[in-house]
């Protein structure tokens, strides 16, 4: 199996073993043993929970800084609808879009218009009657990985278009190229993210070899520059041009919200995503044409490598797409879906399987569901797996032993104590005497 690179990092000497973030982990990647979590590689999603719910802060994002600009002669920024809502609201769009240029970049492309064409190539697809309903959204690369260890029966559904960060990378560095006669290959384009799996998903890229993204650098860390930035602005200044539909995939619902149609569902966070997987799966959602499953509660704009309480964002972002035009910026860039389509495709990743042989894989699953129903199902933690069913699992993957649970240690422990007691009631034979 393909290994890929993924950003969520951890720093054990912050790290307490405390398990909080063991029992938040979607696909049960993290184990803590010897007082320090374990990061289960092929596992992570990047999704970001044991960012958001470390108290030592141990979990971090691996981050390309701004000084990956300096390695390309001409500096593109594409900034996420998601940045907007995280000033004040003093601040326009043009503002923002101006203090980034004033901070090192050369041209600015709003992914948010990107989010416009791929709003109007999804409309094109959901006509055809020749694709699997209901498609579920690509543009959350955490949900993606998600479906390719947790739900391989919905690869098909996925909607195999690319991403609003990928095309507005490959129509900023066409148009520079064209209007300035800059070679391609001096045309660095870098995303603002509010969350890891972006940067993921630009190293390891699942819809095709490689991506027009050259780095990405999260919000949190690029924040105090456009704040500083902000002092100078120059108001005469008119960068922006996404239309209100792009600006609000930002949020929840703004993705399906933009497609014209009733038969649509718009769910986030990670957690209630799986439970509308098993829906699916479950086939019991057979009047909804498309699912916006984004990882993050509040859509983008609650990213763990934001700043601003998702709520306040929400209302800053509402004032922002109030300003913006509402005419499509589709006019501009006329495409069939075809061109968006991906060129690669994404694999199912059996990290779950307890075997490759299925009938070892068949015996293994025996042994689980006995360890099983002989732990507590307290689901407790202490043992340093999420829950008493991962220990089972755990035990047959020989990694942890049945007495890493304290109730089994204690009753071990109880079992030998009893037995030393009797022991020591008894004599041998040649040292006893009548009484």
């Known amino acids: 199996m393909k290994e ?3 950003s969520v990092n951890l720093d054990k000497d912050k790290c307490r073993g405390c398990t909080n973030c063991i029992k938040r982990c979607p696909t049960e990647a993290i184990r803590v043993r010897k007082s320090k979590a374990q990061i289960i590689n092929e596992r992570c999603i990047d999704c970001g929970e044991c960012i958001r719910v470390c108290p030592y802060h141990a979990k971090t994002a691996i981050n390309d800084g701004l000084d990956i600009i300096n390695n390309f002669k001409y500096k593109v920024v594409l900034p996420a609808p998601s940045l907007y809502g995280q000033f004040d609201k ?4 043009d503002n923002i879009l101006f203090a980034l240029k004033s901070i090192g970049f050369d041209y600015v492309f ?3 218009k990107a989010a416009e064409i791929v709003s109007e190539a999804t409309r094109q697809l959901l006509k055809n009657n020749e694709i699997k309903k209901p498609m579920i959204s690509s543009a959350c690369p955490a949900v993606v990985r998600l479906i390719q260890v947790r739900f391989p029966g919905l690869i098909d ?3 195999k278009l690319e991403s609003p960060m990928e095309v507005a990378a490959k129509i900023a560095k066409s148009e520079i190229h064209e209007k300035y006669n800059i070679p391609m290959d001096d045309i660095g384009a870098f995303f603002i993210s509010p969350c890891a799996a972006k940067a993921t998903s630009v190293k390891s890229p699942y819809e095709k070899q490689k991506s027009n993204v050259d780095g990405v650098i999260f919000i949190k860390d690029i924040y105090l520059k456009i704040l500083s930035a902000l002092n100078n602005v120059d108001n005469t200044k008119k960068l922006a041009e996404a239309g209100a539909d792009g600006i609000d995939w930002a949020n929840s619902g703004g ?3 933009a497609l014209g149609t009733e038969k649509v569902l718009s769910v986030d966070g990670i957690h209630n995503v799986i ?5 699916i799966e479950a086939d019991r959602l057979s009047d909804i044409e498309f699912v916006e499953a984004l990882s993050c509660t509040g859509g983008c704009l609650g990213g763990p490598l934001t700043l601003t309480n998702v709520f306040i964002a929400k209302t800053t972002q509402k004032k922002h797409m109030s300003e913006a035009s509402k005419k499509s910026i589709n006019g501009i860039y006329k495409r069939s879906y075809k061109d968006l389509v991906w060129t ?3 694999e199912y990743k059996p990290v779950m399987k307890l075997d490759q042989n299925v009938s070892k894989a068949i015996e293994k699953l025996e042994m689980l569901e006995k360890l099983y129903e002989e732990l507590p199902g ?3 933690g202490a043992c340093g797996s999420p829950n008493c069913r991962a220990l089972a699992e755990d035990i047959v993957r020989g990694t942890a032993n049945e007495t890493d649970c304290i109730f089994k240690l204690r009753e071990r422990i109880r079992g030998l104590a009893e037995e030393m007691v009797e022991l020591g009631g008894k004599m041998p034979p040649v040292m006893d005497r009548d009484k």
């Open 110 to 112: 709003e992914v948010a």
């Open 90 to 93: 003093k601040y326009s769009r």
């Open 255 to 257: 993705e399906s919200g």
């Open 344 to 346: 690669s495709n994404v």
């Open 378 to 380: 307290l689901d407790c």
């Open 275 to 279: 439970k509308i997987f098993d829906e």
């Open 4 to 6: 890929y690179f993924h």
């Open 157 to 159: 559904n996925i909607v």
